[in-house]
Every structure is written in C-alpha cells, then in structure tokens.
C-alpha cells in the first residue's frame, strides 16, 4: 500500500496494475483503460487519461463535497501506559486511534504482553514507552519489527530520580506524577506524532497546546490544595515507592512499605521499622493503592493507631466509569484523598 496526498490530506493508493484509490473509507477501483463506479445511482466512467482527471475532479466536488472533502485514515498508536494512552488521546484528538496495550487497574509492574498484544503492538504506526525501565518485556514487543516506531517518552521527560530496589541503584519509573513530566511528555507525544503524519502537524500542534494548559492549571489547582496541608503534615506511608516525583513536586516526604516494584514483598523487619517510623513521626494517615492488596496497610493501622487515608493511583489511570479515568482526574483525586486523609 502505497501513501499519496490530494490536497494536504492522507490517502492510499494500492500499487501494481489493479490500484485503487481510497477516499473517504471508499474504495474507487481503477481499471487499465476505463471503468465505471458505481455508487448508489451515481455512474461515474474514466480511463486513465485527462478523461480520468476530469470526472475523478467531479466526483470529488460533487460526491465527497458533503462529506468534507479527503480524509486520512487515522494514525494507529499502541500504548503501554494508561497515562500516556490518555496524552495521545489528548494530543491526536479525532486523528489517532489509541490501542491500550496496557490497561486501566493493570498492574504495569506485572504485567507481560500476550501473542495478540505483540500482534496489536506490530500493527501500529507509533507505540508509546512510559520507560525508565518498567516495561522488561520491551525487547519482546520490538523483535522484527521498527524501532524508529517505539517512543521511550518517560526517557524524554527530564532527569530520573533514583532509588535503592533489592540493593540496586535504579531509576524510579513513576515520573508521571509530576506535572510538570507529563507536560514534557506532552510535546514529546506531539511531535512523535507529526514525525508519523505531517499532513495533521496544525492539529496536533494545538490540541498539545491545549492539554498544556490544562495542566498548567492543573499544577496550580494541587499546589493550592497542599498549601492547606502544614509541611509537618505532608508525610506519605503507602503501598509501594511510587511517589517520588510528587514528593519532590509538592513538599512530602515518603515512607514506603515496599520499594520501586509492586512485586516485591516487605520483609518483617522492614514492617517493624516502618511501625517504628509511623509512630515516631506521628503519621496520622497511611494509604493504600488501587492495583493492591491492603492487607499489609491493615496490619498497620491496628498496630499504629494510624488512620486508613484512602486509595490512590500510584502506577496508572482507573477504569472509565471511576473518579480517576484522566490524568488530571487521577492527580485531583489523589491530592483530594491526601490533603484529606492527613489534616
């Protein structure tokens, strides 16, 4: 299948003696001399001289004029984060269509691609990495295929923290839970997806624009929700450490129960420190996360006197039909359950 433009819009054209033109999800087959179309009871004829640019020049203004003229078919993007799958939403508006390889309430730190996830990943024009080592399974998705295709966004978005994981210094993968990371992932999206279809480079362009400044106001709106919060208050016991980047942003300070993966067990010892810490510090609320268990955070809060604060999202979006379905609703939903919990 072979790519052409008419009029700045995308369309295709199949190579070799039996090509076809698609226009506006219509086939138009074209024949060696001439042939005829038929649609409805329009009966269009061309062969392939000034004949055939002639009344394909009608057949556009006349049959397609309503229709809005050429349209591309949208550019296919495969996704390995919800928060990224909710970006390229965000940024490719009605010009992509997003393939959620990775799912809402999906644990990203467990999960491996299945033969159809690999197949879904190949049939796409651009797959978006949230990177900084979450996805092991990567080299899997990228075996014969195109790696100019695959974007490691959360290697883009700025300088990673670190942290200690099974004695390893390792980069913290959760970078989304900064604002401002995820605006720079914003342009990052953006311009992966002009490198893919120029022809849609003004929409893509302003609709990054757009969701920039919806961040921008989202930031403002969690910064004023914190200010609330006394600094002596901003301390965080959660499931696992996923909450660094949001520490950093906004003036916590974090006790995790687990470190950088979901799937690591705390030990005995460490519960024992961490009741030590609970009760020294006087937390007053620890919190559990949506992809987990939280009988750990159970055992706790009966042994601290510590308050369960709520659910938080700490590795990616909640379903459709939840309070935390967007970016910016999981942040507003987080903060809300934070600020509330520790006043």
Do not use: C
Request: without cysteine.
């Amino acid at each position: 299948m072979k790519t052409i433009r008419l009029n700045g819009n995308k369309t295709a054209a199949a190579s070799g003696p039996d090509r076809s033109f698609i226009a506006s999800g219509l086939l138009l087959p074209a024949a060696h001399k001439a042939s005829d179309l038929h649609l409805g009871a329009t009966r269009i004829s061309w062969g392939m001289t000034n004949r055939f640019s002639r009344t394909f020049s009608v057949f556009l203004a006349v049959v397609l004029g309503g229709a809005g003229g050429l349209r591309a078919a949208p550019l296919k993007v495969a996704s390995l984060s919800t928060v990224l799958s909710d970006v390229a939403r965000q940024v490719g508006g009605d010009k992509v269509q997003v393939d959620e390889i990775v799912r809402p309430g999906v644990d990203p730190h467990e999960f491996q691609p299945s033969p159809g996830d690999v197949e879904r990943v190949a049939g796409a024009d651009v797959v978006l990495v949230s990177g900084k080592g979450l996805e092991g399974y990567l080299a899997k998705l990228e075996e014969g295929g195109d790696a100019k295709k695959f974007v490691n966004v959360g290697d883009r978005v700025g300088t990673s923290l670190k942290l200690e994981d099974d004695g390893k210094t390792v980069d913290d993968p959760h970078w989304w839970h900064s604002v401002a990371n995820v605006r720079r992932a914003v342009g990052v999206v953006r311009d992966a997806m002009i490198a893919a279809d120029a022809a849609d480079r003004d929409a893509f362009t302003a609709n990054a624009a757009a969701y920039t400044g919806k961040l921008d106001a989202l930031d403002k709106t969690i910064r004023l929700k914190v200010a609330g919060l006394p600094r002596d208050k901003r301390k965080l016991v959660t499931s696992h450490d996923a909450f660094q980047y949001f520490a950093r942003d906004y003036g916590f300070k974090i006790y995790p129960i687990e470190g950088v993966s979901t799937a690591e067990e705390p030990s005995t010892r460490k519960v024992a420190e961490l009741l030590s810490t609970i009760k020294k510090e006087k937390v007053k609320a620890v919190f559990f996360e949506n992809t987990q268990n939280p009988k750990v955070i159970s055992q706790i809060t009966r042994e601290t006197g510590a308050k369960v604060g709520g659910e938080l999202y700490a590795d990616g979006l909640g379903a459709a039909d939840s309070d935390a379905a967007t970016y910016e609703a999981m942040m507003l939903h987080n903060v809300n359950t934070l600020v509330n919990g520790l006043k």
